[in-house]
């Protein structure tokens, strides 16, 4: 009973708080800055409905696929997002990877989760693509492991993150055409001792945020591959143009 007290003191404390924080800075959509009716979300309904959806039939999703499968790493691609310029995913993402929005990237892996399940893909394990340790010590966190926790969340398949590191801290790529990143993301990772352990037979889906000509992971695919795993199936939030 006197914890029950407790409990909702502290709940009314929060509510009080939060709605107190709401008044004074009205939470607003990332994308178009609109307030947002529902404080606990992060972009509004209407910017979350202009974002164009992968499917199968999509140009894009079609020749990205055959991008990533042609180097023979890689069995298949799943996505649920497109990227555009100027476009919501865009904030989307930049909020992912600069500010902690982790949240969002529970709710991109529930979509992607979803997309598994309807395109009948199953996978063992998931892999987040791995952030260099300096990358991931200044952002605190890998926003593509807060993907794979939301695709966990509907697929019920363990997060590995003990496998594979990445060791160069590549140069950023939006300025590298595709051969220069290729070559930028050359034994760009490696495995972690006894991850074959970890590997060995296993199906996996190797989890990124966006993928733009998917050189980032194709190297990663290799070396996980070079550890005996028998599949990797990428899954991207978002495709770019
Ligand atoms: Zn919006």
Not at 79 to 86: A, L, P, Q
Not at 96 to 104: M, Q, R
Request: hydrophobic content about 40%; glycine content about 4%; some cysteine.
């Amino acid at each position: 009973m006197h914890f029950d007290i407790i409990e909702l003191r502290s709940l009314n404390i929060t509510t009080f708080t939060r709605t107190f924080l709401d008044f004074l800075y009205p939470p607003v959509c990332i994308a178009c800055n609109k307030p947002l009716l529902d404080g606990s979300q992060k972009v509004c309904i209407d910017c979350w409905n202009a974002i164009p959806l992968v499917t199968k039939h999509l140009p894009l999703y079609q020749e990205m696929r055959m991008k990533l499968l042609s180097d023979g790493n890689i069995s298949d691609l799943v996505s649920r997002f497109t990227f555009e310029k100027e476009g919501p995913f865009q904030h989307i993402a930049h909020a992912l990877k600069y500010k902690e929005y982790k949240s969002i990237g529970l709710d991109l892996g529930t979509h992607i989760g979803e997309a598994l399940k309807e395109w009948s893909l199953e996978v063992d394990i998931l892999i987040p693509v791995p952030l260099h340790r300096i990358k991931h010590r200044e952002r605190g966190y890998n926003q593509s492991e807060f993907i794979a926790r939301g695709i966990a969340f509907v697929i019920d398949k363990p997060i590995v993150t003990n496998a594979v590191r990445r060791i160069r801290r590549t140069q950023t790529q939006t300025e590298l055409n595709i051969e220069e990143r290729r070559k930028n993301m050359e034994h760009a990772f490696e495995l972690i001792p006894h991850s074959s352990d970890i590997l060995l037979g296993k199906k996996c889906l190797l989890v990124d945020d966006v993928i733009t000509t998917g050189a980032t992971t194709n190297s990663c695919a290799q070396v996980i591959l070079s550890a005996g795993a028998t599949k990797i199936i990428v899954a991207a939030a978002a495709l770019a143009e």
